[in-house]
């Protein structure tokens, strides 16, 4: 590592650790981090490429947000609690003024989940940022995808499609209410609060990244199960509602991606201990295959969503 590497981590990723799980951060050749008794740990990793996940003109700021915030929707998705990130970044050229907007918005989010960047790697090369992020569960209580029967109910958090819109706005698509739209596309929230209580309830789940068709998919073929989705049911922002007014895209809400929601699946006998308004937009199926009640007619519906190397 060069001087000037370490001059660049220093000044923009260099953040005092904070958790008490994390005893030695940057600085070292690897940090140090503890795993309490009784819990198991939980890792993700996702990597963004300049022109295949954003526009080269976003605001660095938004970069550093989403590209935390998609790795904390992976551990939410698992009921985990996270506590540290490791950053690695593949920059062109060395832009100071980007490194400090982009910094400002990683640690910005970062420290309303008190998350720590303990360490990772920088490398000159194409635009690329990848981050590995970290949790806690307890022993026996991570949310995943195989635990979905016949019977239970399928819930999601917050409304859908958003995110999906917000591509297109951000492509040139005309829309009441923009700003909402955008704001779900470049800076989604990560659903933390809601993975950790549904510890113990849910009997699967998954983030809504790729589309809701397309994660639902995973769920159903992790269980070996299949799901009947009720249309009016799912949850959909106003700007939503007059896109698919406009256009007639009623898909949207079902393969855009980027929503950063849960989908999860929740026996019947414990609905009752969902403490939030989430909700319920269909049930799972021992028949294979997604199907959706729409305009009281039943139609399958391919699992598709984004797919890298499609």
């Known amino acids: 590592m ?13 953040w005092p650790a904070k958790h008490k799980l994390n005893r030695l951060s940057v600085g070292d050749d690897c940090a140090l981090c503890c795993v309490p008794a009784g819990h198991e740990l939980a890792v993700t990793t996702d990597t963004m490429v300049a022109g295949v996940h954003f526009f080269e003109t976003v605001k660095p700021a938004f970069l550093g947000h989403k590209l935390l915030a998609v790795n904390l929707s992976d551990l939410a998705s698992m009921g985990a609690e996270p506590f540290a990130v490791t950053l690695a970044l593949t920059l062109p050229r060395v832009d100071e003024d980007w490194l400090a907007d982009f910094s400002a918005g990683l640690r910005q989010l970062a420290e309303r989940y008190s998350v720590d960047l303990i360490g990772g790697d920088t ?3 194409p635009l690329t940022l990848t981050l590995q992020a970290m949790g ?10 195989d635990g979905a029967q016949p019977g ?3 819930y999601v958090t917050g ?8 591509l297109k706005i951000a492509q040139g698509y005309q829309s009441i209410l923009p700003e909402m739209a955008l704001q779900r596309f470049h800076c989604p929230e990560p659903q933390l609060k809601h993975g950790l209580a549904l510890r113990g309830i849910a009997s699967a789940c998954i983030d809504i990244s790729d589309g809701l068709a397309q994660d639902l998919g995973h769920i159903l073929a992790k269980s070996n199960v299949g799901a009947c989705l009720d249309w009016e049911q799912i ?7 007059d896109y698919i007014e406009q256009t007639g895209d009623w898909q949207l809400p079902i393969s855009g991606g980027d929503d950063y929601q849960l989908c999860f699946t929740v026996p019947p006998e414990k609905q009752h201990q969902l403490t939030t308004d989430y909700t319920r937009i269909g049930v799972i199926e021992a ?4 199907r959706i009640n729409r305009q009281g007619k039943a139609q399958t519906i391919q699992a598709k969503g984004y797919e890298h190397f499609s």
């Open 235 to 241: 949850p959909l922002s106003a700007s939503v509602r």
């Open 287 to 290: 028949q294979p295959g997604l």
């Open 136 to 145: 806690i569960v307890p022993e026996g209580l991570a949310l995943r995808r």
């Open 2 to 14: 060069s001087a000037a590497e370490f001059d660049l981590i220093a000044r923009f990723f260099d």
């Open 123 to 125: 490398t000159s090369g």
């Open 152 to 154: 239970d109910l399928i």
């Open 159 to 166: 409304t859908l499609g958003g995110g999906g819109l917000g």
